[in-house]
């Protein structure tokens, strides 16, 4: 990408920016709330690309402020120091080129959103759900140690361990751009538990991760809405148990159903219900979405497919396998014990290499 290009580029988004400012203290604007929020988000992502910009420019100016000194000093040291300082801004042009290239690349509008993590035992029976309580340890793990929150929406629980279903609603920066790549078929090769003669069997989860979708996301019609109650079960005291707290939503239009036990208030859990049937019904729109990226380019992220493998963990080995680019770690006790950056970060270069590659075409 040449100079002048990089400039003009970056010199449209900057008036952009500067426009936005001005339009955020609109009172006009200031009175839409939906506008306004989606305004404040705009220029938030378009900061990182002003700075680039002010950088760049700088850097630029003074390559050629030190070529002015070749042509028109004619001092030996003065000549010697600027040939060294063009040296250097020009390894720093270079540099910061790449990464404006990334900057230009379009975001994803979801990545900066919260996230609802579904998992469920897939093929291999009580070993599934086994397998699917381990990846549910392991995400707990990594949501841990990136400072993010989590809280169980609702939770199914295995005849012998883990979990037949867990919904889990994450919130943190940058969330759902980061976890979104583990939606997918996870695979396990293993000697369950409940195997005596010792013989390795492939099992499957499978995992959904959903951009939470914010009030003004989505215009949900309450009388759309069928609304029951019953009992929680599972762990919570005996309160749990014999109250009617746990709320089931059923959306009457599409026949999505929700529901949420995690906590001992109806009202508590309706409002977490509540959220997770708008991020559902949002997830509709969002699918059109990547199915038509994935019909542009080739994609890390699952289209949702549930029959998508993504992901194989063989436990006699200790490898972990990533399908979409070839990828093979030997580390699969720090995978599950929630060490996923590396994992990630791999998927997000695959990702971005192949988002560029649209953009330069």
Request: charged share 30%.
């Amino acid at each position: 990408m040449k100079d002048n290009t990089i400039l003009i580029k970056l010199e449209g988004l900057r008036r952009k920016f500067e426009e936005i400012g001005q339009q955020i203290t609109d009172p006009a604007i200031m009175s839409d709330m939906k506008r306004y929020i989606s305004l404040n988000k705009e220029y938030r992502d378009l900061e990182p690309m002003v700075e680039a910009y002010d950088t760049y420019k700088n850097i630029l100016s003074n390559i050629t402020s030190s070529k002015e000194i070749l042509t028109t000093e004619k001092d030996e040291e003065l000549h010697e120091m600027a040939k060294e300082e063009i040296h250097t801004l020009e390894e720093q042009k270079v540099n910061l080129e790449e990464e404006i290239k990334l900057l230009l690349i379009p975001a994803d509008p979801q990545d900066s959103k919260n996230a609802v993590l579904e998992i469920r035992g897939g093929t291999g029976g009580n070993e599934a759900s086994i397998f699917a309580g381990d990846l549910y340890r392991m995400y707990t793990k990594y949501i841990d140690s990136k400072g993010w929150k989590y809280e169980v929406n609702h939770f199914s629980e295995g005849t012998v361990g883990g979990y037949k279903e867990v919904v889990l609603n994450v919130t943190g920066k940058g969330v759902y751009g980061i976890l979104k790549y583990e939606s997918g078929v996870h695979r396990v090769q293993r000697v369950p538990q409940t195997e005596t003669q010792g013989r390795v069997h492939t099992s499957a989860a499978t995992v959904a991760v959903l951009p939470e979708a914010e009030e003004f996301d989505i215009d949900l019609k309450m009388e759309d809405v069928r609304k029951d109650t019953y009992c929680s079960s599972g762990p919570g005291g005996q309160s749990v148990n014999t109250t009617y707290s746990a709320i089931r939503l059923t959306h009457i239009p599409s026949g999505i159903v929700v529901q949420c036990q995690d906590q001992k208030s109806q009202i508590k859990n309706f409002d977490k219900a509540l959220a997770e049937l708008r991020t559902r019904l949002y997830n509709l729109e969002y699918q059109k979405y990547l199915d038509e990226i994935s019909s542009k380019r080739k994609t890390m992220v699952s289209s949702g497919d549930r029959s998508a493998k993504i992901r194989t963990y063989n436990y006699s080995q200790g490898r972990v396998t990533d399908h979409r680019i070839n990828l093979t770690l030997y580390n699969l006790s720090a995978i599950m014990d929630g060490e996923l950056d590396e994992v990630i970060e791999k998927l997000q270069v695959a990702e971005n290499a192949e988002r560029l590659k649209l953009t330069e075409a």
